[in-house]
């Protein structure tokens, strides 16, 4: 029996780099999941090359917006009755700028897709797990979350508290059967990256689907001891 059969997945970001191959793990052990995010084009390339799965589905939503994000969660419970897990991998990057010079804007970017999105997904999805005695949320984090970066103050700052935030819901939900944990990436081995860091030794860097099968764990009923933990997925960068 797969490990996820039966149950409901929302992840965010679910057609990024890292969503993609989280999706798919998910779907590969047997989870219905559902995909938020903004771009149905890019859902339907991504479905189309899955063979059209009827276990995949996509939710519209502007993670920056309660109210969107609070419609997506409303739709799912309505479909399914129920959210086994959520995985929150939605997020971006912006660094190169230090602090003396960083542009109000810039910082609330960060903020508003990095941490609140991760805070009106939980909100919204935490009170039909508590209801129903289960659930799991797996956040991304980063590295760079773990202390302060020079040149990545936003990032770090917006990383450090989707971190920070994970233990506040794990502390708060231990009685009710909902477990929170985040991962820490380093840098993930994807296109964007290697164009990015064209000299790196990409051998360093972690690979997505690896990334995807430490999510699955801390999802799983496997890690059922474990919540409020940051698990360092760094590879050898
Ligand atoms: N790449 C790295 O090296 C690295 C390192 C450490 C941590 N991380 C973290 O890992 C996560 C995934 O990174 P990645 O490289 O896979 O990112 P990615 O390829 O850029 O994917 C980001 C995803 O987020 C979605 N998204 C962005 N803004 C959104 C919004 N306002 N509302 C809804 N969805 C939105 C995008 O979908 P739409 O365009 O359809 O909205 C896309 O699917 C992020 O949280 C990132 O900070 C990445």
């Keep these: 029996m797969a490990r996820f059969s039966d149950q409901v997945v929302i992840v965010t970001g679910g057609t990024g780099e ?100 991760v805070f009106y997904v939980c909100r919204a999805a935490l009170p039909s797990m508590i209801a129903r005695k289960s659930g799991a949320i797996v956040n991304v984090g980063s590295r760079a979350g773990e202390s302060g970066v020079g040149g990545l103050g936003a990032y770090s700052v917006s990383k450090a508290g989707v971190r920070v935030l994970t233990e506040a819901i794990a502390e708060e939900v231990k009685h009710d059967g909902v477990r929170a944990n985040c991962v820490l990436p380093s840098v993930i081995d994807t296109p964007a990256n290697r164009k990015a860091i064209p000299n790196a030794d990409f051998d360093t860097w972690v690979k997505p689907e690896v990334i995807a099968q430490t999510i699955l764990f801390l999802a799983s009923d496997e890690a059922s001891a474990t919540s409020g933990a940051s698990i360092p997925v760094y590879g050898r960068a």
Excluded at 51 to 68: I, K, M, W, Y
């Design 18 to 117: 890292l969503g993609q191959s989280v999706s798919t793990a998910f779907l590969s052990e047997g989870a219905t999941v559902v995909i938020f995010g903004r771009s149905a084009e890019s859902f339907e390339t991504m479905k189309a090359e899955l063979d059209n799965s009827p276990r995949l589905g996509f939710q519209q939503a502007d993670l920056t917006d309660e109210g969107s994000v609070n419609a997506a969660i409303n739709a799912v419970l309505e479909q399914h009755r129920r959210i086994d897990a959520v995985v929150n991998v939605a997020g971006g990057y912006f660094g190169g700028v230090p602090v003396a010079q960083m542009p109000t804007d810039r910082w609330d970017q960060m903020m508003r897709l990095n941490l609140n999105s």
